[in-house]
């Protein structure tokens, strides 16, 4: 069904993103430390509905590319993958300010938490950038059930963020201080990350060009 070595692959590259402090990470983390651990955890499960938006929009859009222009698709795939080595190389030169972004946000209830975290995630067009641009790399176009890969692809990188969240929310709500000051992890995570997503653009490119 996969390649197992595009799917090691991407299992690595994913992994690292979600790990990777990023917008969501802050919301869950600030929305853990303002109103608790539950409030983190209901925010996180927001951002994992929302993201349903992007996978659907991704498995049909590419997938109405695939059926219509191979040239089309293989382009994309070379502009996934360098958007990918631009991903590791603004991970290198950024930054982190893991703690600096985590701010104090004023308690709602649950529903509304819910609905914020969809809407933050749905509406975000980078997350639907980044989709397009990474899903392809790790199909196998021939095979006849390439939208099932997009989409079960799309679901574990949900499935696999949302996880971490939760244990971002859980660890932020017992221990925030430790997490929060621990600004050393999270710059030599980014750059491991950077130097990983580099590597995984270069590697797409030039197999795309045999």
């Known amino acids: 069904m996969f390649n197992m070595q595009n799917l090691y692959l991407f299992f690595i590259a994913s992994l690292l993103l979600n790990l990777t ?4 990470m802050m919301y869950v983390a600030s929305r853990s430390i303002s109103q608790g651990i539950k409030a983190g955890i209901i925010s996180a499960i927001g951002v994992f509905i929302g993201c349903f938006v ?3 929009a991704a498995v049909f859009g590419l997938s109405i590319i695939i059926m219509k222009s191979a040239f089309l698709f293989e382009l994309i795939k070379f502009i996934g ?6 991903l590791g190389i603004k991970a290198l030169l950024t930054k982190s300010n893991f703690n600096k972004n985590i701010i104090t946000l004023p308690p709602t209830d649950k529903w509304k938490l819910l609905k914020q975290g969809i809407i933050t ?22 095979s006849p059930i390439y939208k099932v890969q997009l989409f079960m692809l799309g679901l574990w990188f949900d499935l696999q963020g949302t996880f971490v969240l939760i244990i971002v929310a859980r660890l932020i709500g017992k221990a925030s201080n430790i997490i929060k000051n621990n600004q050393k992890f999270w710059n030599i995570q980014e750059k491991i990350t950077g130097l990983i997503l580099i590597g995984l653009g270069i590697k797409v490119a030039l197999t795309a060009k045999k």
């Open 21 to 24: 402090p990023g917008n969501y």
């Open 54 to 56: 992007h996978i659907m």
């Open 81 to 86: 993958a360098g958007y990918l080595i631009y």
């Open 121 to 142: 995630n749905a509406l975000n067009p980078k997350v639907a950038l980044f989709f397009l641009s990474f899903l392809p790399q790790f199909i196998q176009v021939s």
